[in-house]
């Protein structure tokens, strides 16, 4: 039995770091007394490091400086936040991997201690971005899939690979289903359970017969910085941590419409701010009206930009 090998580019998880760190946006404004950073981060409100600093507990962030930098940990789901935005309303969370290896005669031999499951269950702010991540199976052969809370399929795709006496494709099409495949996900998903399933090689059809990978993986993923990233180059054995796009908004109450029928709860605080429905999930989020800027969940929070032209 042979191994392709495909090989992952990490580097660009380091360089997407360090973009996603050197963007310090004007409306990064915390509730008055409490923390603007951790580390390199802004903390807008509604988010909030503290109590009393966010909108409710789950706005609370953690920021903990045991690390260097310090990690910014969603107080309530134990995500690692590497950004927040107010413009966008998306997070970027770092979630794990899912990684099984096996021997030539594909039994498992050694497998990620992470949970199967990754979980905002209960959350009245975050959900999965489906327009910005994919569902990744690499490695062969990987039908790669997962479940929802009640542990019915929900989304995954199938990776094999060609035998390994035959160029691999991958390095050229990117993730197309040879030694790597994506799906999409729904909208409003708030939890996913991992799942690699393999065949038994060199039996019945001739797909199974192609090569096979030590290890095949399975993980949710920002589309644009994996398929940027991945250059059908993938060789690892090690446990990684992957970019994934949380799009976050106030969820305590349908839409903008009911939104505004309660103004002591209504988050959209600034005058010159306006309300925009959720597109991912119930709720909704504020953004400075034409001509403003800065953060419209608080009191002035929007103010005049200057102008570009004058009128006489
Ligand atoms: C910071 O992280 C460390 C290591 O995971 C943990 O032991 C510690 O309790 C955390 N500190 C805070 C303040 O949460
Ligand atoms: C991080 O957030 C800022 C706004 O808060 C945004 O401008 C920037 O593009 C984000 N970086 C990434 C990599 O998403
Ligand atoms: C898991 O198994 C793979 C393939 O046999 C091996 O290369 C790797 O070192 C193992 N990893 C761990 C953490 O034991
Ligand atoms: C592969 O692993 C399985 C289960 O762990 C074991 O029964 C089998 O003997 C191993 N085969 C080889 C060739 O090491
Ligand atoms: C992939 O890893 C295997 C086992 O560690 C090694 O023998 C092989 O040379 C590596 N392939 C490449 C292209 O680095
Ligand atoms: C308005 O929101 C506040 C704060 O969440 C809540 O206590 C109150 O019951 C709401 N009022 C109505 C009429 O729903």
């Keep these: 039995m042979t191994t392709s090998t495909l090989h992952l580019q990490v580097l660009a998880l ?3 770091l360090v973009c996603a760190a050197a963007v310090t946006p004007a409306s990064a404004q915390p509730w008055p007394g409490c923390p603007d950073k951790c580390g390199d981060i802004s903390i807008p409100y509604p988010f909030g490091v503290g109590t009393g600093c966010a909108r409710d507990p789950y706005f609370e962030l953690e920021c903990n400086r045991t690390y260097s930098p310090p990690r910014l940990i969603v107080f309530t789901h ?5 950004n927040l935005s107010l413009a966008d309303g998306e997070a970027i969370a770092l979630i794990n991997a899912r990684r099984q290896c096996y021997n030539s005669t594909e039994g498992l031999v050694n497998e990620t201690s992470v949970d199967r499951a990754v979980t905002l269950v209960g959350s009245t702010a975050y959900r999965f971005s489906a327009e910005r991540n994919r569902f990744v199976a690499l490695g062969c052969p990987n039908m790669g899939y997962f479940v929802d809370t009640d542990g019915y399929y929900v989304s995954g ?4 690979c060609r035998p390994s006496s035959q160029k691999l494709v991958a390095s050229s099409t990117g993730c197309t289903g040879e030694g790597c495949c994506q799906s999409r996900i729904p909208t409003d998903t708030i939890y996913y359970a991992q799942y690699i399933q393999t065949f ?4 019945g059809d001739p797909i199974l017969r192609g090569g096979t990978t030590a ?3 399975v993980f949710l993923a920002d589309a644009e910085w994996f398929n940027s990233g991945y250059r059908g180059d993938f060789n690892r054995s090690d446990d990684f941590a992957v970019p994934v796009v949380l799009d976050w908004a ?3 109450v349908g839409n903008c419409e009911i939104a505004v029928l309660n103004r002591t709860d209504y988050a959209c605080r600034s005058a010159n701010s306006e309300c925009i429905d959720s597109t991912n999930g119930q709720g909704y989020r504020c953004r400075c009206s034409m001509g403003y800027e800065g953060n419209p969940y608080l009191d002035g929070g929007c103010k005049g930009a200057t102008p570009k032209h004058t009128y006489h």
């Design 215 to 217: 290890c095949r993986y």
């Design 14 to 16: 380091t360089i997407f």
């Design 157 to 160: 795709c199938t990776s094999f």
């Design 250 to 252: 106030i969820r305590n």
């Design 200 to 203: 038994k090689p060199g039996e």
């Design 78 to 82: 134990r995500q690692h936040l590497l």
